[in-house]
């Protein structure tokens, strides 16, 4: 039945939109008409289709008699009234779906998951929540056991799946959380702190329309993982979403240079703020001594007291690098021009303040100079403005006003006056500005005191080659303290000129869809329309109306907000925020003045040496105690008999950390295998190929040290020959081999981890990273070792099997 009435409202819709499509009328009402009408319903129509698969999977029996189907999307029947024949899953009126318990029923006598295979259901599993279930109420106070089980059971498919069919509740008190601020999901591996947070944008950008405005940003580590997620929020209907990497938050920088670690670290540290905002006033008129100004055949001359006077000037208000230029070029000018007027009429007057008819080699402008003045018409103006007729020496200035605005243009464009303008204060763009100071250690020197020598001599480079990561947060804090350099200002000036020109013409659009929406409300009210979309003809103004139009017809929020660094997001989720640096935090806490966030993360994960160990000093310089901590407990990824390894790994990392409790056990017990150093590769290779076999249609992922990752791919290709591996493998691949940094945060069927020593030592954080590798199993997990294990008793306590067996 629900399917029949989705084929209805599709057949609807795709009719509508054809029509739109057909009608070629000429007229530019027809045309409005035809525009709204289109993005209207081919919106309708991505819906329908991304909730084609899984439409319904849940029943509510109401204790009051009624009953309440789930699914992904809502729908009305075709009656006047509209009722509901499917509740989407965000709506109020699902919620005890995810959390009811037989202790706490809420109003349901039933719950009933059903799932199904493309239109067919395939299976059911209810649950009674009254008095007698409760005596027999699952202690571990799983919603629908069977179907959450199925799901983490499940084999891989290198795509993250949404879970809204086996929500648990205290993920659905997260995603539901009506908390303004930022809001932290703290959680060990497997908790579904991933999910939750994308679950929780869908249900955001649902609940609260005017965020599909600004959009949301997800933030996570890596390309690889972006991709990961990738169809989550599209598959849940959402598309104002855009997801990026802290590196791809600088429009028109690609930040794919690698550099050493200790260099990044130094970049994320909460003192380059300052050291950024020193370079910048570095280059704000330093003390040099007096500058000579070559111009003509003579010299100008500005004291250091001048310069620093001009440069007072300019810093007086609150403006920015680029701004206070324009103030202090101004000034320097004024100076310039009142020098080199001083100097003509040195020349021209005689002692007695009279013209004299030409240059007599006095000042310091020479004869030359004065035939040139006298060519290009000063002395005419000169003679006249001083009155030389009546020749009374006035003391009227020689120069008139245009006179000295002819000059100062002259000197403005003037190629000594600009290399010294340029050298005293120049127009900077971010990357400038970061470029000249990483290639020049007296820069560094004096913009950053606070570092160490070693630590000065880490961020050394030529200039060019790229941009790093950790140079993104760099950039945006330059770009919010040097404001729109000089070549900038033009292109914007024409830009917005541009812009005007297309946003009138977008007012008048929106004028005639407000038109065509209110005078048609009768004919276009049905079924599954989004009441809010006809009430917003009501309530939008044309100028948000023209904002609206803009998104739908020209690009959406998630390209806007994309080529725009100034664009301030309504949610930011952030995912493994464990990994962000204090720079980052400063750079993503500009992109969401409202503080609107979700950031979810494990600090015992971290392992980026920049990387934070505690969310309250992450968080407290940007908002005090204003956030709020919400704790995930079960892992629903890792079995018992893995978990246990990892949670030794966890307790020698700090016995204050609790590891999750694993939701299921699988009965197969990791494995660990001692090689022969020299055998490693071989045997690494050999093992992949059997565990690829054995798999079927899962994943398969060989963890490496990043070190080795060249040399055992090599190995592992050759007997695997659809092994993915490289800077962004594909996941969807049935066997990939990654670094840790790599695997944060993916999860396969089966993983194998090689040369686990090599892990731990390859960095500070070496345990948090074979922690993060440990958990990345849901069935399957060995570890290969040259010589002995490493003396870590949670490896040491694994079996070990012989070379024959596993
Ligand atoms: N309620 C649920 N129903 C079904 N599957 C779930 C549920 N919650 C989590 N999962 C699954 O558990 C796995 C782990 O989830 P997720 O990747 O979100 O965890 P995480 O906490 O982000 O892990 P990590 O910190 O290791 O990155 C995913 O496959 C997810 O689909």
């Not at 017990?669 to 020299?678: F, G, I, N, Q, V």
Request: glycine content about 10%.
């Amino acid at each position: 039945m629900l399917y029949r009435r989705v084929d209805e409202l599709r057949e609807q819709a795709s009719g509508r939109l054809a029509e739109a499509l057909r009608d070629n009328g000429g007229t530019r009402q027809a045309r409005v008409e035809r525009e709204s009408a289109f993005a209207r319903y081919a919106e309708r129509v991505a819906k329908l289709d991304a909730a084609e698969n899984g439409l319904c999977f849940g029943r509510l029996d109401l204790r009051s008699g009624g009953r309440r189907y789930i699914g992904r999307i809502g729908i009305l029947d075709d009656s006047d009234e509209g009722d509901p024949l499917l509740v989407d899953w965000r709506a109020p009126a699902a919620r005890p779906f995810y959390v009811a318990t037989a202790a706490a029923p809420e109003g349901v006598r039933r719950r009933r998951h059903i799932t199904t295979r493309r239109r067919r259901v395939v299976d059911l599993d209810d649950e009674v929540l009254d008095s007698e279930a409760l005596d027999t109420a699952d202690e571990e106070g799983l919603i629908g056991e069977a179907a959450l089980l199925a799901a983490v059971n499940a084999g891989r498919t290198g795509r993250m799946r949404d879970i809204v069919e086996t929500l648990q509740a205290e993920q659905d008190e997260i995603i539901r959380s009506d908390h303004r601020g930022v809001l932290v999901v703290q959680g060990g591996p497997g908790t579904g702190k991933t999910a939750v947070a994308l679950h929780r944008a869908a249900y955001l950008l649902y609940t609260h329309r005017h965020l599909a405005k600004r959009g949301v940003l997800v933030v996570g580590p890596n390309a690889t993982f972006l991709r990961y997620i990738g169809q989550v929020l599209p598959g849940l209907g959402e598309t104002n979403v855009l997801l990026s990497t802290i590196g791809g938050l600088f429009p028109g920088v690609d930040a794919r240079r690698s550099e050493p670690p200790e260099a990044a670290a130094v970049k994320g540290r909460a003192l380059m703020a300052d050291v950024v905002a020193a370079a910048v006033r570095d280059r704000q008129a330093p003390a040099a001594g007096p500058v000579e100004i070559p111009y003509g055949d003579g010299t100008l001359r500005l004291e250091e007291e001048d310069y620093r006077r001009a440069a007072a000037v300019a810093l007086s208000g609150p403006v920015l690098h680029n701004e206070a230029r324009r103030i202090f070029v101004r000034e320097i000018l004024d100076l310039l021009t009142r020098q080199a007027a001083e100097r003509i009429e040195a020349v021209v007057l005689d002692d007695d303040g009279l013209p004299l008819d030409g240059g007599d080699g006095r000042g310091v402008l020479g004869e030359a100079d004065v035939r040139a003045l006298l060519a290009a018409g000063y002395p005419g103006d000169l003679l006249d403005a001083d009155g030389d007729e009546d020749g009374d020496g006035d003391g009227r200035p020689l120069l008139d006003e245009s006179d000295r605005a002819e000059l100062r243009a002259e000197l403005a464009a003037a190629a000594g006056v600009r290399t010294a303008l340029d050298a005293m204060w120049p127009s900077l763009t971010p990357q400038r500005l970061l470029e000249d100071l990483f290639a020049d250690p007296r820069r560094l020197a004096s913009a950053a005191p606070g570092l160490t020598g070693a630590e000065r001599a880490s961020l050394w480079r030529e200039p060019g080659g790229g941009w790093t990561p950790a140079d993104v947060p760099l950039l945006d804090e330059a770009a919010e303290l040097l404001g729109a350099d000089d070549r900038t200002v033009g292109a914007q000036a024409r830009a917005r000129a541009r812009a005007a020109a297309e946003r009138r013409e977008q007012i008048a659009y929106a004028r005639g869809v407000l038109d065509i929406t209110i005078g048609s409300r009768s004919i276009d009210l049905e079924e599954g329309d989004e009441p809010e979309i006809l009430t917003a003809a009501d309530l939008l103004g044309e100028e948000e109306l023209a904002e609206r139009q803009e998104v739908t017809v020209h690009r959406t929020v998630a390209e806007r907000a994309a080529a725009d660094r100034t664009w301030t997001f309504g949610h930011v989720i952030v995912d493994e925020a464990q990994e962000l640096s204090a720079m980052a935090w400063r750079l993503l806490m500009r992109r969401c003045p409202s503080r609107s966030m979700t950031i979810v993360g494990d600090v015992a994960q971290t392992g980026d040496a920049a990387g934070t160990s505690s969310w309250e000093g992450v968080l407290r310089p940007h908002v005090g105690e204003r956030w709020r901590l919400a704790q995930l407990t079960v892992n629903y990824r890792t079995p018992a008999e893995i978990m246990a390894v990892a949670a030794g790994l966890l307790a020698a990392l700090d016995p204050g950390l609790r590891p999750p409790r694993s939701v299921r056990e699988t009965g197969v017990p990791p494995w660990r295998l001692s090689t022969a150093p020299e055998d490693l590769p071989g045997i690494l290779a050999e093992r992949a190929a059997r565990e690829a076999a054995a798999l079927g249609d899962g994943r398969l992922a060989v963890i490496v040290p990043e070190t080795r990752l060249t040399e055992l791919a090599g190995a592992v290709a050759a007997a695997v020959p659809e092994l993915a591996y490289g800077a962004d493998p594909d996941l969807e691949r049935r066997v990939v081999m990654l670094t840790v940094r790599q695997a944060k945060g993916l999860e396969f069927d089966s993983v194998l981890i090689a040369d686990p020593a090599a892990i731990l030592a390859a960095s500070p954080r070496g345990r948090n990273d074979l922690y993060v590798a440990l958990t990345r199993a849901t069935q399957r997990l060995g570890i290969l070792h040259p010589g002995p294990a490493p003396a870590e008793p949670a490896l040491e306590s694994v079996p070990e099997v012989g070379a024959e067996r596993t």
